[in-house]
């Protein structure tokens, strides 16, 4: 017996640093993949910031989507208010520093996901649906309509934010934006492994495949989402701030429902219930369409569809969720 | 001893027909009661009344002398009124050993921590380990759900319920749909639960409910119409009025 929980408590402790191993894994490849792009694409840092935000936006959705099973179309509605909270607080409220704007953005998020979490979560399957886009599309007429702080369809200008920790000034060719960009995605990324791998990471994953079982263990199903949903705005309102601050401007668009397919889609691409699945979709669907929208200017949509189309049929988890698999029917072949 | 779950006089109508009607029944701790019925005699209204998936028109449902008739089913979970699955229902893509971890976690409320693994919580691990050793799957802890046996699901429903620490635990034919290979690890797993729990199956193979209850409850039409021990229940008139109907007239006529 003595024996058994000597060999028990090993294969914890093993299993832990295998974690951290994997966790510190991850880390790396995003330093790696962020230094690539730093020195390879020096004048394009501007769009890896922009697939930076993008990112943080994918990995919100994949929160509520790909860990609990709740279908959204809406969720540009959280980025929107995080872009849309820190542009206010610079343009309006002379908040300038980029922590502070940081903050209120992600405050902006996550009370924006509270309040979609409690529509959406009213109903399931397409009702739930539809009911979140309801909300992009009414989130985007109330920017569009309360002009006087948004500044409509023309966007929110004069964002000015400061240097950052009063070091590092905002630069014309996008350095400083895209390292804060990195660190943040990083913090996030951390956060969140710990977050999805957490007792409560496991009860929104046990909501996803059986909610009545959870509610038989006499967990909350409601409130579980409801806060999962206030973290995933606070993430998307991160991606919205780091938008904001980056580009200085905030455009409709941050929060049209065009935006919200377009993050699903990636998500899909990527693989759902993933970190991982989020990031590869965000990164490679983006860098495609750039890539294709250069290569042909006339038909790249078409052959975006076509990528989409190739994927669905012929790796139906995502570009992720497809080679994990792969890995683990290998890695069992091996056993 | 005193009664540690109590319904009283409980009542459901669906329109204008009674489901559930005036149904009384008492448990102590330890009690090992089976509930019977032909198909139709309200058994699953029953369950869903007591568990709080449906609220009654009258009547009250009493758990450890607390009134709980108005509660929702997770406050009656909390407050130790646990049920299994007549159908397995179970996580597939998560393993035994994230089941009854999450089971443990949630009865001592710690289930929305965010900032800590399962894994590196010692008394947990253990707990778990030593609850699905006990049910003699063990072996199977690190394997997805999807991929083990059925019978080794229903056991791990059995691992689930008593990880809640029950003080009533509602079996709903714990043996459905699982081979007759594995039927007899169930019943010796439903044989070592708790004395001290109560525990009231629902089942249709009497084999079963011979061997396990002390005390036979038949439901026909919702209404109780026999409560008493497993000897009787045959020899019961009534009883087999419900059960056989028309055709025990014909063959007492003939």
Known sequence: ?335 | MSAIFDVRNLKKMFGGLAVTNDVSLSMAPGDRVALIGPNGAGKTTFVNLVTGNILPNSGTVTLGGEDVTRLGPTERVRRGLVRSFQVTRLFSEMTPEEHVALAILQREGRSGKMFASHRAMPDVMNEAQALLAKLGIAQLAHHRVSEIAYGQQRLLELALALALKPKVLLLDEPAAGVPQSDTARIEQAIADLPSDLAVLMIEHDMDLVFRFARRVIVLAAGEIIFDGSPDAVTKDARVRQAYLGSYADARSVA
């Open chain 1, 1 to 335: 017996m003595a024996l058994l929980a000597n060999s028990d408590t090993i294969s914890t402790a093993g299993d832990r640093r295998a974690r951290l191993t994997r966790d510190a894994i991850g880390v790396l490849v995003i330093l790696v993949l962020a230094a690539v792009g730093y020195f390879l694409f020096p004048n394009n840092l501007a769009l890896l910031t922009r697939i930076i935000a993008i990112a943080l936006l994918v990995l919100s959705l994949d929160l509520v989507t790909g860990y609990c099973g709740v279908a959204t179309l809406g969720h540009a509605a959280l980025f929107g208010a995080g872009a849309y909270g820190a542009g206010i607080a610079a343009a309006h409220f002379g908040i300038t520093d980029p922590i502070a704007m940081l903050a209120v953005g992600i405050v902006a998020g996550a009370l924006a996901g509270l309040v979609s979490g409690v529509v959406v979560l009213r109903a399931h399957g397409l009702p739930q649906l539809v009911l979140s886009i309801a909300i992009v599309h009414l989130a985007h007429e109330a920017a569009n309509k309360a002009s006087g702080w948004t500044g409509g369809s023309d966007g929110l200008a004069g964002i000015m934010p400061d240097a950052v920790f009063g070091l590092w000034q905002f630069d014309l060719w996008g350095r400083t934006a895209y390292v804060f960009g990195i660190v943040l995605l990083l913090v996030a990324f951390v956060i969140l492994r710990q977050i999805v791998r957490s007792p409560f990471g496991m009860l929104c994953r046990g909501i996803k495949q059986d909610p009545v079982r959870v509610r038989a263990m006499g967990a909350s199903v409601h409130g579980t989402l409801i806060k999962m949903y206030a973290i995933s705005g606070a993430v998307a309102g991160a991606g919205g701030a780091l938008n904001a601050i980056s580009t200085q401007v905030v455009g409709l668009d941050s929060l049209s429902f065009t935006m919200s397919a377009e993050a699903l889609v990636m998500l899909v691409l990527g693989g759902t219930g993933s970190l991982y699945g989020a990031l590869i979709g965000t990164i490679s669907f983006l860098w495609f369409e750039d890539v294709v929208s250069a290569a042909n200017p006339f038909h790249w949509l078409t052959i975006v569809g076509a990528l989409l189309i190739a994927v669905v049929l012929f790796a139906p988890k995502g570009l992720y969720g497809s080679f994990a698999a792969y890995l683990e029917r290998r890695g069992r072949k091996g056993r």
